[in-house]
């Protein structure tokens, strides 16, 4: 049986043999932003709804006026050489993330297109994708992951193949995966821009184009239709984005590329596909960044960074069943796992096991609503935040940061890294845990705050609730219920009680990252 995978997409159309690796990664992009104060507003979009007839001529006339305003881009960058299993997951790397890899690590190949599998000598890398001319002044909309990491950015333009034109970043955003460039070199004649639609006014079933440069084969077009929107997409752990997904054929090279309506009008940027083991090419589930979302972006672009807000949380869904046990009326609302010391959160008051149920005036209906509104928010901005604890509503209010997305995938990988649990004992507790008293010794060695009493989970049963709630082994229980237990005896005292199908409701103190955990778990 394949395993599916989910990768961006690149190409590198040097070679013959470059086909044979096909993909370059980049990671994080050092190019100084512009400083011209010049800017640019969100172009217009047409958010009439798209009526009328597909016929014999509807795509012909599409891709005859919206070739000129695609570019082909390639670019240059430092890597290291890696062996093709590390691409392609082969000789035991099937089960490799190839999103994780492509989106964040710094590999790559030499500018022969082939990586010696060695060492670590640092080489020049060439990749390629797409872009779409936005304005007649040379500015262009691509992927963050094309130009991630160039020492060097060139733009060749429709029916100028041969000649490539000289670009400079402008500004980027990971979390959107867009980047904004600019031609240094400009040609003679007049550019091309492309039109925006409306992708909210976008439903499953709507006829779409996607044109790009796959594999270095140079605006090629395909056709298809949308197949989902505000399809979750995760980018980081925590963070996701909502994408519309298509089975118009999109592979490697089609990065930063426009999905046209039938209309002729952009309304997403093509981004990431789906893949199997046997192929890395398309299978018909391919994911594009909607046009409003990057259009929304466009002033920040332009200014070289994207300011969003961070609240220092990390969330999860009401469950559907139990909700009452929160005090709730509903399943609506976002559960508190952690919260980050010192963060704005910490600072406002919001505790491990709250339910958030409004920011800023705003219902949450579900843990990502909440996320979203967070980030759209103006760091430094004071919000009300409506919270249930112990089943009371209260309001707090919160002053929200400054999200710094890589610094934050920088501490992920850091707790990623450092999964240090205690030896195993025996002691049952009825939820698939294994639990002991927490000593001094064992205290040091977590990190426990200073007089802090618990019981320390040793072992936890994989295919118990607590596994999938998240639970795991060197975690220590600090209460059960809201009701706080100093020893293992209290601890599995405390789990007895919750009936058959209940929730126990776990504050839990972690070591990775230290601080303080509530986790719900439902019993079996």
């Keep these: 049986m394949s395993t599916r995978k989910t990768t961006l997409i690149y190409a590198l159309p040097i070679a013959v043999a470059s086909l044979a690796v096909g993909m370059v990664l980049a990671s994080r992009l050092d190019l100084t932003p512009a400083s011209s104060a010049q800017t640019i507003a969100a172009p217009p979009m047409n958010s009439a709804p798209v009526t009328g007839p597909i016929d014999a001529q509807t795509f012909r006339n599409i891709a005859k006026a919206t070739d000129p305003a695609v570019v082909y881009i390639r670019t240059e960058m430092k890597a290291k050489a890696q062996d093709l299993s590390d691409f392609f997951g082969g000789r035991g790397g099937g089960n490799d993330d190839l999103f994780r890899r492509f989106f964040g690590g710094p590999n790559g190949q030499d500018d022969q297109g082939q990586g010696n599998g060695r060492g670590n000598r640092p080489q020049i890398a060439r990749a ?150 046997q192929s890395e090419g398309n299978i018909g589930i391919g994911f594009a960044v909607p046009s409003n979302t990057v259009r929304e972006l466009l002033p920040q672009l332009r200014q070289g960074k994207v300011v969003r807000g961070r609240i220092g949380v990390s969330v999860a869904p009401v469950p559907r069943e139990g909700f009452e046990d929160f005090g709730l009326k509903s399943s609506a609302g976002a559960i508190v796992s952690t919260v980050v010391p010192g963060g704005a959160a910490a600072k406002g008051g919001i505790d491990p096991g709250d339910v958030i149920i409004e920011f800023n005036g705003r219902p949450v209906s579900k843990y990502d609503d909440l996320v979203k ?116 005896s209290d601890a599995g005292r405390e789990l007895q009680t919750v009936p058959s199908g209940g929730l126990a409701q776990l504050l839990l103190w972690r070591t990775n990252p230290p601080g303080q955990v509530f986790v719900p778990v439902r019993k079996d």
């Excluded at 130009?147 to 490539?164: H, R």
């Excluded at 400079?168 to 240094?184: F, N």
């Excluded at 929200?400 to 025996?426: F, G, K, M, Y």
């Design 373 to 488: 509104n967070v980030i759209s928010t103006k760091p430094g901005t004071s919000v009300p935040v409506k919270v249930v604890r112990n089943k009371q509503e209260r309001t707090l209010n919160v002053i929200v940061d400054e999200l710094d997305l890589e610094a934050e995938q920088t501490q992920t990988q850091s707790r990623n890294n450092n999964q240090n649990a205690p030896p195993p004992e025996q002691t049952g507790a009825g939820f698939g845990l294994t639990l002991q008293d927490l000593t001094p010794a064992i205290a040091r060695r977590l990190q426990v705050p200073t007089g802090q009493s618990g019981a320390v989970i040793t072992d936890v049963d994989p295919d118990s609730g607590s596994a999938a709630a998240g639970v795991r082994a060197g975690d220590v229980i600090l209460s059960v219920n809201r009701r706080a237990v100093s020893s293992a």
């Design 128 to 277: 390629s994708g797409t872009g779409f001319i936005i304005s007649k002044e040379g500015f262009i909309l691509t992927n963050n992951h094309v130009v991630e990491d160039a020492t060097k950015i060139q733009v060749s333009l429709f029916g100028d193949d041969d000649k490539f034109y000289l670009a400079k970043l402008v500004g980027r955003d990971q979390l959107t995966d867009s980047a904004l460039i600019e031609l240094v070199e400009k040609p003679t004649a007049p550019l091309t821009e492309v039109r925006f639609g409306d992708s909210a006014q976008m439903a499953p079933g709507d006829w779409v184009m996607a044109i790009g440069n796959p594999f270095g084969y140079t605006y090629t077009v395909t056709v298809g239709v949308i197949s989902a929107t505000q399809r979750s997409f995760r980018v980081t752990d925590g963070r996701s984005n909502e994408m519309l997904q298509t089975d118009a054929a999109i592979n490697p090279g089609n990065s930063g590329g426009p999905l046209l309506n039938a209309r002729g009008e952009v309304i997403g940027m093509n981004t990431a596909i789906i893949t199997n083991q």
